[in-house]
């Protein structure tokens, strides 16, 4: 895979399968990296993002989380000249504003990594070392995973009222469906499966979402176990990532007897 570039999209291979036939494909997904914030050299936050405009959405996430008391009080944002490993070059954000903040507070209501020197790479080997490759233990056929999105579709009443939720299923290893759940945030729903199969004491072999697959999903299905994520949508580079070096299964843009195929392809069998 191609280093992440600014803004845009990462070139890679993947496989497209069209009814019980799969052939190589080159594709682009869209570039996911994280960015630390930090003020007075003290690290508060990290976003995931796409690169390019870092300091817009640094500005803005600053004043949404009404962290700086209005945009004068922002003195300046840029990135960071020095950081502790090349990786990190551009991926980390020094803040400095016009009045004092609790950053002790900020740090326990924000900061989601506690690595120095962030970048795809760090966030990769935590989510390995905490969790380590999944298991093989799945093999499934190309129509049973084209069934996946109406068996989900089904789920979804709260979509069907409102329109305006996320949805996520998590089956066993013969794909069962184990639970089915929706919320208004795609890693709330996932959240809500993965804790359904818990209380459940039945593990997860596969999980389907409704909407596209970021690294987030991809550390959360990882910590549990899970084997395979399917997407009706597109995935992002640092999922693709993650996927690849954990073994997981990735198959996206899954609709129609269509799907491509990111990592994991040997545990789909034609």
């Not at 799945?138 to 305006?164: H, N």
């Not at 970021?214 to 395979?228: D, M, N, R, T, Y």
């Amino acid at each position: 895979m191609s280093e992440v570039p600014e803004g845009g999209s990462v070139s890679l291979t993947r496989q497209e399968w069209v009814g019980d036939a799969p052939r190589s494909c080159d594709d682009h997904v869209a570039a996911e990296a994280p960015l630390e914030i930090r003020i007075g050299g003290v690290p508060v936050a990290v976003v995931m993002r796409t690169p390019g405009h870092d300091e817009d959405l640094v500005r803005g996430f600053l004043l949404s989380e009404r962290i700086a008391n209005g945009h004068d009080a922002i003195v300046s944002v840029r990135h960071c000249t020095e950081v502790d490993t090349p990786e990190a070059e551009d991926n980390v954000v020094q803040v400095r504003l016009d009045h004092p903040v609790d950053l002790a507070a900020l740090r326990r209501n924000l900061f989601a990594s506690s690595s120095c020197g962030v970048c795809g790479k760090a966030s990769i080997e935590r989510a390995m070392a905490h969790a380590g490759p999944v298991e093989q233990r799945l093999s499934v056929k190309p129509e049973s995973l084209y069934a996946l999105p109406a068996r989900l579709e089904a789920g979804q009443a709260g979509f069907e009222t409102t329109g305006g939720v996320h949805a996520a299923a998590l089956f066993d290893a013969t794909l069962q469906t184990l639970a089915i759940r929706e919320d208004v945030g795609r890693h709330n729903a996932v959240d809500k499966v993965l804790g359904a199969a818990a209380r459940m004491n039945t593990p997860g072999a596969a999980l389907m979402v409704s909407g596209r697959v970021s690294f987030e999903i991809v550390q959360k299905a990882l910590a549990c176990g899970v084997e395979l994520i399917a997407a009706v949508s597109a995935p992002t580079s640092l999922a693709v990532q993650l996927a690849r070096e954990s073994g997981i299964t990735l198959a996206a843009f899954l609709r129609a007897r269509r799907m491509c195929v990111y990592a994991g392809e040997s545990r789909i069998q034609a």
